[in-house]
Protein backbone atom coordinates (compact mmCIF):
# COMPACT_ATOMS: atom_id res chain seq x y z
CA UNK A 1 0.00 0.00 0.00
CA UNK A 2 1.42 3.67 -0.89
CA UNK A 3 0.33 6.91 0.19
CA UNK A 4 0.62 10.35 -1.45
CA UNK A 5 3.49 12.97 -0.41
CA UNK A 6 1.82 15.85 0.29
CA UNK A 7 4.94 18.49 -0.41
CA UNK A 8 5.72 15.94 -3.58
CA UNK A 9 2.77 15.12 -5.28
CA UNK A 10 3.55 11.71 -5.79
CA UNK A 11 2.81 8.04 -4.19
CA UNK A 12 5.82 6.96 -1.97
CA UNK A 13 5.93 3.48 -0.41
CA UNK A 14 4.46 2.72 3.22
CA UNK A 15 7.34 2.51 4.60
CA UNK A 16 8.18 5.77 3.94
CA UNK A 17 9.31 8.35 6.90
CA UNK A 18 8.09 12.16 7.02
CA UNK A 19 10.28 14.51 9.41
CA UNK A 20 8.15 16.62 11.17
CA UNK A 21 7.72 20.29 9.34
CA UNK A 22 8.31 23.75 11.37
CA UNK A 23 5.92 26.68 9.92
CA UNK A 24 6.48 29.64 10.60
CA UNK A 25 4.94 32.85 8.90
CA UNK A 26 7.40 35.65 9.42
CA UNK A 27 10.93 34.46 9.20
CA UNK A 28 12.78 30.93 9.86
CA UNK A 29 16.51 29.77 10.51
CA UNK A 30 18.86 27.32 9.75
CA UNK A 31 22.22 26.33 11.74
CA UNK A 32 24.72 24.04 12.61
CA UNK A 33 23.50 24.19 15.83
CA UNK A 34 20.54 24.26 17.49
CA UNK A 35 22.27 26.64 20.28
CA UNK A 36 22.46 28.76 17.28
CA UNK A 37 19.13 28.34 15.67
CA UNK A 38 17.88 29.28 18.63
CA UNK A 39 19.56 32.43 19.41
CA UNK A 40 18.79 33.46 15.87
CA UNK A 41 14.94 32.76 16.55
CA UNK A 42 15.02 35.18 19.35
CA UNK A 43 16.73 37.90 17.97
CA UNK A 44 14.05 37.57 15.72
CA UNK A 45 11.48 37.60 18.16
CA UNK A 46 12.88 40.65 19.39
CA UNK A 47 12.42 42.85 16.46
CA UNK A 48 15.55 42.20 14.77
CA UNK A 49 16.34 41.70 11.15
CA UNK A 50 17.74 38.50 9.08
CA UNK A 51 20.97 40.38 9.59
CA UNK A 52 20.72 41.02 13.48
CA UNK A 53 19.70 37.15 13.49
CA UNK A 54 22.85 36.03 11.32
CA UNK A 55 25.43 38.12 13.78
CA UNK A 56 24.10 35.91 17.14
CA UNK A 57 24.22 33.20 15.06
CA UNK A 58 27.90 33.30 14.29
CA UNK A 59 28.91 34.28 17.83
CA UNK A 60 27.07 31.64 19.55
CA UNK A 61 28.06 28.69 17.09
CA UNK A 62 31.81 30.28 18.09
CA UNK A 63 31.19 29.70 21.89
CA UNK A 64 29.17 25.87 21.36
CA UNK A 65 31.67 24.90 18.17
CA UNK A 66 35.07 26.65 18.41
CA UNK A 67 36.19 23.93 16.20
CA UNK A 68 34.65 25.02 13.16
CA UNK A 69 34.67 29.33 13.87
CA UNK A 70 34.90 32.00 16.22
CA UNK A 71 36.03 35.67 16.92
CA UNK A 72 39.90 33.95 16.13
CA UNK A 73 38.72 33.01 12.79
CA UNK A 74 37.10 34.65 9.64
CA UNK A 75 33.97 34.21 7.35
CA UNK A 76 31.98 34.56 4.15
CA UNK A 77 28.50 36.50 3.50
CA UNK A 78 26.67 36.64 0.69
CA UNK A 79 23.44 38.91 1.60
CA UNK A 80 20.57 40.26 -0.80
CA UNK A 81 18.88 43.12 -0.16
CA UNK A 82 15.31 42.94 -1.76
CA UNK A 83 14.66 46.99 -1.41
CA UNK A 84 17.53 47.68 -4.08
CA UNK A 85 17.83 44.35 -5.44
CA UNK A 86 21.16 44.40 -4.90
CA UNK A 87 24.05 41.56 -3.50
CA UNK A 88 26.59 42.46 -0.83
CA UNK A 89 29.44 39.46 -0.57
CA UNK A 90 32.36 39.75 1.87
CA UNK A 91 35.71 38.03 1.63
CA UNK A 92 36.25 38.04 5.26
CA UNK A 93 38.57 35.00 5.50
CA UNK A 94 41.88 36.04 7.27
CA UNK A 95 44.75 37.38 5.82
CA UNK A 96 48.29 36.43 6.11
CA UNK A 97 50.34 37.96 9.26
CA UNK A 98 52.67 40.92 7.22
CA UNK A 99 56.06 39.17 7.69
CA UNK A 100 54.79 36.07 5.73
CA UNK A 101 57.29 34.60 3.24
CA UNK A 102 56.68 31.97 0.16
CA UNK A 103 58.67 29.73 1.95
CA UNK A 104 57.82 30.01 5.58
CA UNK A 105 56.48 26.33 5.99
CA UNK A 106 59.17 24.93 4.20
CA UNK A 107 62.28 22.72 6.40
CA UNK A 108 65.83 23.45 5.00
CA UNK A 109 65.71 20.42 2.78
CA UNK A 110 62.69 22.88 0.94
CA UNK A 111 60.23 19.79 2.33
CA UNK A 112 57.07 21.30 3.62
CA UNK A 113 57.26 21.40 7.80
CA UNK A 114 53.71 20.20 8.90
CA UNK A 115 54.65 21.10 12.59
CA UNK A 116 55.00 25.20 10.82
CA UNK A 117 52.06 24.51 9.22
CA UNK A 118 49.63 22.91 11.61
CA UNK A 119 51.07 23.71 14.89
CA UNK A 120 53.26 27.28 14.82
CA UNK A 121 52.16 30.87 14.95
CA UNK A 122 53.28 30.90 11.50
CA UNK A 123 49.86 29.57 10.13
CA UNK A 124 47.66 31.88 12.33
CA UNK A 125 45.83 34.95 10.16
CA UNK A 126 44.20 37.58 11.00
CA UNK A 127 41.01 37.39 12.28
CA UNK A 128 38.59 39.24 10.36
CA UNK A 129 35.16 37.51 11.40
CA UNK A 130 34.54 40.53 13.87
CA UNK A 131 35.30 43.31 11.15
CA UNK A 132 32.97 41.63 8.97
CA UNK A 133 30.21 41.61 11.30
CA UNK A 134 30.87 45.14 12.06
CA UNK A 135 30.29 46.10 8.92
CA UNK A 136 27.02 44.04 8.12
CA UNK A 137 25.68 45.65 11.42
CA UNK A 138 26.20 49.06 10.52
CA UNK A 139 24.71 48.49 6.72
CA UNK A 140 21.86 46.44 7.31
CA UNK A 141 21.39 45.67 10.98
CA UNK A 142 19.12 47.12 13.63
CA UNK A 143 20.50 46.36 16.79
CA UNK A 144 23.43 47.07 18.83
CA UNK A 145 26.09 44.72 19.85
CA UNK A 146 25.18 44.07 23.33
CA UNK A 147 21.56 42.83 21.36
CA UNK A 148 23.08 40.63 19.21
CA UNK A 149 25.73 39.36 21.92
CA UNK A 150 23.37 38.34 24.52
CA UNK A 151 22.62 34.90 23.86
CA UNK A 152 26.46 33.91 22.58
CA UNK A 153 27.43 35.54 26.59
CA UNK A 154 24.77 34.02 28.05
CA UNK A 155 25.77 30.50 27.05
CA UNK A 156 29.37 30.90 27.94
CA UNK A 157 28.62 32.06 31.55
CA UNK A 158 25.64 29.53 32.25
CA UNK A 159 27.14 26.79 30.27
CA UNK A 160 26.13 24.24 27.19
CA UNK A 161 26.32 21.35 26.86
CA UNK A 162 28.40 18.85 24.84
CA UNK A 163 27.59 17.38 21.66
CA UNK A 164 29.23 14.38 19.73
CA UNK A 165 31.33 16.33 17.37
CA UNK A 166 32.72 18.27 20.43
CA UNK A 167 33.54 15.13 22.72
CA UNK A 168 35.15 13.84 19.68
CA UNK A 169 36.71 17.07 18.40
CA UNK A 170 38.69 16.72 22.14
CA UNK A 171 39.85 13.40 21.51
CA UNK A 172 42.10 13.98 19.19
CA UNK A 173 46.30 13.84 17.86
CA UNK A 174 45.58 17.83 17.66
CA UNK A 175 43.82 18.61 21.00
CA UNK A 176 46.66 16.93 22.54
CA UNK A 177 49.14 18.58 21.17
CA UNK A 178 47.22 21.83 22.31
CA UNK A 179 46.56 20.29 26.04
CA UNK A 180 50.88 20.13 25.66
CA UNK A 181 51.64 23.16 24.50
CA UNK A 182 49.41 25.73 24.83
CA UNK A 183 49.02 26.91 28.23
CA UNK A 184 44.94 27.16 29.59
CA UNK A 185 44.00 24.87 26.40
CA UNK A 186 43.36 21.95 28.96
CA UNK A 187 40.72 23.69 31.16
CA UNK A 188 39.46 25.86 28.49
CA UNK A 189 38.67 22.90 26.29
CA UNK A 190 39.61 20.25 27.68
CA UNK A 191 38.15 18.49 31.07
CA UNK A 192 41.20 18.84 33.14
CA UNK A 193 43.23 17.75 30.46
CA UNK A 194 41.10 14.90 29.31
CA UNK A 195 38.51 14.20 26.27
CA UNK A 196 35.10 16.23 27.29
CA UNK A 197 32.08 13.63 27.38
CA UNK A 198 28.63 14.23 25.59
CA UNK A 199 26.21 15.35 27.69
CA UNK A 200 28.65 17.24 30.31
CA UNK A 201 28.38 21.24 30.50
CA UNK A 202 30.77 23.48 29.39
CA UNK A 203 30.98 27.40 30.52
CA UNK A 204 33.45 30.06 28.67
CA UNK A 205 33.60 33.01 31.31
CA UNK A 206 36.42 34.85 29.46
CA UNK A 207 35.40 34.53 25.62
CA UNK A 208 32.09 36.18 27.65
CA UNK A 209 34.21 38.80 29.13
CA UNK A 210 36.13 39.70 25.61
CA UNK A 211 32.59 40.11 24.20
CA UNK A 212 31.12 41.74 26.41
CA UNK A 213 34.23 44.37 26.27
CA UNK A 214 33.44 44.64 22.07
CA UNK A 215 29.98 45.58 23.23
CA UNK A 216 31.26 48.39 25.54
CA UNK A 217 34.31 49.60 23.92
CA UNK A 218 33.52 48.70 19.98
CA UNK A 219 35.36 46.08 17.43
CA UNK A 220 38.32 48.54 17.09
CA UNK A 221 39.09 47.32 20.74
CA UNK A 222 39.49 44.19 19.58
CA UNK A 223 42.19 44.80 17.05
CA UNK A 224 44.15 47.08 18.76
CA UNK A 225 43.42 46.72 22.33
CA UNK A 226 45.07 44.19 25.16
CA UNK A 227 43.40 41.56 23.24
CA UNK A 228 45.27 41.88 20.31
CA UNK A 229 48.68 42.23 22.05
CA UNK A 230 47.83 38.74 23.88
CA UNK A 231 47.14 37.11 20.33
CA UNK A 232 50.64 38.58 19.14
CA UNK A 233 52.71 37.67 22.09
CA UNK A 234 51.70 34.08 22.22
CA UNK A 235 52.24 33.50 18.93
CA UNK A 236 55.40 35.12 18.54
Known amino acids: MEKMNPYLGRQLPEMAIFRNHTVGKRGAVSSNSPYATKAGLEILKQGGNAIDAAVAISLVLGAVEPYHSGIGGGCFHVVYHKETDQFYAVDARGVAP ?139
Request: glycine residues 8%; aromatic residues 10%; charged residues 25%.
Open 98 to 236: IHATQDMFLDQDGNVDLSLTEFSGRSTVVPALYRAMDQLLKKFGTMTWEQVSAPAVRLCREGFHCGFYYSRTTNSPSAEHNRDSYEGFRELYLNHGRPREVGELIQNPDLANTMEAVDKNGVDWFYNGPIADEIVAVIQ
